[in-house]
């Protein structure tokens, strides 16, 4: 067994821990870092980048179907088999791409899985690790639901691998990524069905958007099932039967479960660096310290009520190497996060929500833009919520339209500004232009 020594090791090679890695290593650390699966995590190899690959020929196809007789005659389709081709052609470049940046900033970068086998060690099978600070940075798996046939699901790395789009699909889960593959399916041929234990989909997302959100579904022809679960999967030759909560039963050709993530804490030996885990996540406190002052956690794998998101990860990345670096003393204060449901079209939000700003007596400038330039060329439905203060500043956003993920930037930066509504006016924006749109709201 090779014995190495580093001032900083960082176990998992996500958006988190690379940010943690290349900020470490800048301010002068010595780091290592540690990968048991795909270089560079969840985000690049099964979760945003793929997914929205996958959205590229799905937006062109929706936006192609809503010019129908509008200017445009005769609608492509989606070939799965080449769309994912396209997508493996990404993620094949992943790691690759990732090592060369490890090496060209000479973060020393280890393949295995990683344990702590005491306070300040890590283990591989052919390293012993020993660093004066560790970073925890494993996010997290799919959740395992345990019922008869649960088994049968496939994740959504299944299906994220898919080689053929099935002709009838099921998601069990009403939360991000049952709704965002439920579009992608719909639109890539097949009939979809969305098993959701709420009444309604997207609980943290403001209800009055995802109304909207909901009724497109349906008019797409996407069976959503509120109030509802799977009791039972069985095979019956090459499909699945689903017994619902509800008493009914169906057929599908594949059942892919979303229902929550848990995290990857669980396997690492935490207890012997005296580090206290829960549900899979690590304890932390407002400095991202665990219960061992010498070992932090960043990222989904943190036990913080924040949203698991790339940028959230990234953001604790860098605190956490800054901190170690004797810079950033003060606790974690997170700057607004932008939230976006990639659906088609999508539902973005960001600082106050709705609810709280209507709590507070703010002004809520709830502006239907269907019909401005920008949205009306392509037939896009678009809505746009703004929370006001009593100051006159903007506090928060929530939005439905094709370029939610987009626009949201605008409010973002309006609000880690301190902006008042007046103010984003005052920019000259490209027109027409998403700029101009968000300059010229009343
Ligand atoms: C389908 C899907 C779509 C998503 N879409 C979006 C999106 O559009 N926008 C967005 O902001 N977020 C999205 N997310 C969430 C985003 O992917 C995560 O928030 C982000 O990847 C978390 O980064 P991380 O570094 O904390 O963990 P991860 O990216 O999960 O990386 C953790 C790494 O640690 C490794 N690891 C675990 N245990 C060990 C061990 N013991 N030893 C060595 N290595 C270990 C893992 O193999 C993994 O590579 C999506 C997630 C999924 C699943
Ligand atoms: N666009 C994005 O930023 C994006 C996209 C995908 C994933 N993600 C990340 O991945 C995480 C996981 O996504 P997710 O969709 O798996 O989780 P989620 O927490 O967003 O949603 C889980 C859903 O499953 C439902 N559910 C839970 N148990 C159930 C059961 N037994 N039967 C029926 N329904 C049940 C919940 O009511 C909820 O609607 C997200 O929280 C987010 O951090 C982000």
């Given at each position: 067994m090779k014995q190495i020594n580093y001032d900083l090791g960082i176990i998992g090679s996500g958006p988190a821990g690379l940010a943690a890695a290349f900020e470490a290593k800048q301010l002068g650390q010595t780091v290592v870092m540690i990968e048991e699966?795909?270089?560079?995590?969840?985000?690049?190899?099964?979760?945003?980048d793929p997914k929205k690959i996958l959205l590229s020929a799905v937006e062109t196809l929706h936006r192609e179907q809503a010019l129908q007789n509008k200017g445009l005659v005769g609608s492509s389709m989606i070939n799965w088999p080449a769309l994912m081709a396209t997508k493996q052609e990404y993620v094949d470049a992943v790691k690759p791409r990732k090592i060369k940046g490890l090496e060209q900033a000479e973060i020393e970068h280890i393949y295995g899985h990683a344990q702590f086998i005491n306070q300040d060690t890590v283990a591989t099978n052919e390293y012993q690790i020993t660093a004066t600070n560790w970073i925890i940075a494993t996010g997290q798996r799919p959740r395992q639901l345990d019922f008869?046939?649960?088994?049968?699901m496939g994740n959504s790395e299944d299906f994220l691998n898919l080689s053929d789009m099935p002709q009838d699909i099921t998601f069990l889960g009403g939360g991000y990524i049952g709704v965002e593959f439920a579009n992608i399916s719909h639109f890539a041929g097949a009939r979809v069905h969305l098993i959701t234990q709420?009444?309604?989909?997207?609980?943290?997302?403001?209800q009055v958007l995802v109304r909207e959100f909901e009724k497109e579904m349906l008019n797409n022809g996407i069976e959503i099932l509120f109030d509802n679960t799977i009791d039972v999967i069985q095979k019956q030759d090459n499909q699945y039967l689903v017994k619902l909560s509800n008493g009914t039963s169906y057929l599908t050709d594949l059942v892919i479960s979303a229902v929550g993530r848990t995290g990857?804490?669980?396997?690492?030996?935490?207890e012997k660096a005296g580090v206290k885990t829960c549900d899979g996540h690590v304890v932390v406190d407002q400095y991202l310290?665990?219960?061992?002052?010498?070992v932090y956690a960043i990222g989904d794998?943190?036990?913080?009520?924040?949203?698991?998101l790339v940028p959230v990860g990234n953001y604790e990345g860098r605190y956490v190497a800054r901190q170690l670096a004797g810079?950033?003393?003060?606790p974690l204060e997170y700057p607004t996060m932008p939230q976006v449901?990639?659906?088609?079209p999508r539902i973005a939000q960001t600082g106050v929500s709705m609810v709280e700003a209507k709590n507070q007596g703010f002004t809520i400038k709830d502006l239907e833009?269907?019909?401005v330039i920008t949205f009306f060329r392509y037939h896009d439905q678009a809505r746009i919520r703004v929370a006001i203060d009593t100051n006159g500043l903007i506090v928060g956003a929530s939005i439905f339209a094709f370029e939610a993920e987009e626009l949201i930037n605008y409010f973002v930066t309006a609000i880690n500004m301190k902006r008042t509504f007046a103010e984003t006016q005052a920019n000259l924006y490209a027109y027409p232009s998403l700029g101009s749109e968000f300059s010229e709201f009343y």
């Open positions: 699966y795909m270089w560079g995590g969840t985000c690049p190899n099964y979760g945003c008869p046939g649960a088994e049968l709420g009444s309604h989909l997207l609980s943290d997302f403001d990857n804490a669980d396997k690492i030996q935490a310290k665990s219960t061992n002052s010498h794998v943190a036990d913080n009520d924040v949203p698991k810079q950033n003393q003060t449901v990639f659906g088609t833009m269907g019909n």
